[in-house]
């Protein structure tokens, strides 16, 4: 209690990711943590002595826990890329007892509707930078054909969309733009989590410079593979992404042909203190970042095809942001789509408001990117995802992660 360290517990190259606190009774702390791969999650229990650390939860993938009081029993969530959830009990000798769910409908709906499966995959940059990523691609796949690219990232501190765990809400989508002909992909940039201090903590002072940097990196990775048509690239995101995306169809001008930016930050003076000067200091320290990673100071680099996005209510990336980047988007005489919604806030739903949404994006995706293309192909097996499908069956309650 007087601070003084006795020990460190664990050690390795690897990150804990959460603390599900200590057994005093029998000397043993729990965890989560990336120390089989950045892309999965363990759970492990260890002495306060630094041994006899034990496998709670080893299976591949993501796993997390949720433990009794007295630690005797817990709760384990399993899940993959390419399967939902499941929820199993164990005691404390690690020995299943009971699942509480299988998702076995669920399941049994991804093969009704010939899901295709989300594929990792990792390339260097040309800095040399190691990035990973996950693909989805379309049905019926043949590689000597030329498909347009639909990227999606939400690329901010701390976070991860590349991991091998299920994604739930818009992976429906992606699925669907899979079946209509899209390869969909993700890709992780410096400055996300699961690696590291140093990857994630080198965005400081200027946030959205390697993020963008490594985005492009990635559309030209991908526009390098055979089966890709490196003429349609678009890209992706919402608030954080919606910066990101909105950052590479200006600094990336001749690498995307599209971009849709949903809530996006367009100016760091306009977010909030606490989030912005965490990472950017005050504009006063800081005004070369903020200006060189701020999108409405490059409106004037816009070529291709831009559709803003934004909830006039938006409690959290407040609307100014997508009113002052259409201000300097029309200054600078650049054509380009937007969609306001009244009154909805940074998650946009309501009602059929997500539908609304998702049918816009999804029909700005066809005309901007996908005609013209050289591949003609049309789903052969199992149900379409529609977009025509009921508001029931596509409304997706999605809250972006706040920052």
């Known amino acids: 209690m007087k601070g003084r360290e006795v020990r460190q517990v664990t050690q390795g190259q690897w990150e804990v990711d959460a603390f599900y606190g200590v057994d005093e009774k029998n000397g043993r702390l729990y965890y989560q943590s990336a120390e089989k791969s950045p892309l999965e999650r363990q759970v492990y229990s260890i002495g306060l002595d630094g041994k006899d650390k034990q496998v709670l939860a080893g299976a591949t993938g993501w796993n997390s826990a949720q433990f009794s009081s007295t630690y005797d029993y817990y709760v384990v969530t399993h899940s993959t890329a390419n399967s939902p959830a499941t929820y199993t009990v164990y005691d404390r000798k ?4 009971r699942v509480i769910e299988e998702n076995l409908k669920l399941k049994e709906k991804m093969q009704s509707y010939g899901t295709q499966p989300v594929e990792f995959f990792s390339f260097k940059t040309s800095d040399g930078v190691e990035l990973n ?4 691609k379309p ?22 969309e590349v991991v091998d765990h299920w994604m739930g809400f818009d992976y429906w989508w992606y699925q669907m733009l899979a079946q209509q002909g899209y390869l969909v992909a993700c890709v992780d940039n410096r400055g996300t989590g699961g ?9 400081y002072m200027q946030l959205g410079h390697y993020e963008t940097m490594d985005q492009i990196e990635a559309a ?53 203190t ?16 903020y ?13 291709g095809n831009y559709l803003l996005i934004h909830g006039m209510g938006d409690d959290n990336v407040h609307f100014q942001n997508t009113a002052e980047m259409v201000n300097a988007l029309v200054a600078a005489n650049k054509q380009f789509e937007t969609y306001f919604y009244p009154n909805r806030n940074h998650g946009i739903y309501g009602g ?52």
């Open 291 to 303: 200006r060189e990673n701020s999108p409405v100071y490059f409106a004037d680099r816009l070529k």
């Open 220 to 272: 030209k990775y991908l526009a390098r593979q055979k089966y890709t048509d490196p003429s349609r690239i678009g890209i992706f995101g919402w608030s954080y992404g919606g910066y990101m995306s909105s950052l590479c169809i200006l600094k990336g001008n001749d690498v995307f042909k599209a971009a849709i930016a949903v809530a996006p930050v367009t100016n760091w003076k306009w977010y909030d």
């Open 139 to 160: 049905r019926d796949f043949k590689e000597n054909r030329q498909y347009p690219v639909f990227m999606t990232q939400y690329g901010g501190p701390g976070s991860q």
């Open 94 to 97: 690690g020995k299943p007892l």
């Open 352 to 403: 059929n408001t997500r539908l609304h949404l998702y049918t816009k994006m999804t029909d700005f995706l066809n005309e901007k990117l996908k005609e013209g293309g050289k591949e003609n192909q049309a789903p052969k097996k199992g149900k379409e995802i529609l977009k025509t499908d009921s508001p029931e069956k596509l409304q997706r309650q999605r809250t972006p992660v706040k920052e």
């Open 133 to 136: 990523g996950w693909m989805i």
């Open 195 to 203: 690696r590291g201090e140093e990857f994630k903590k080198m965005t």
């Open 274 to 289: 606490i989030y912005t000067e965490r990472f950017m200091r005050t504009y006063e320290e800081n005004e070369d970042g």
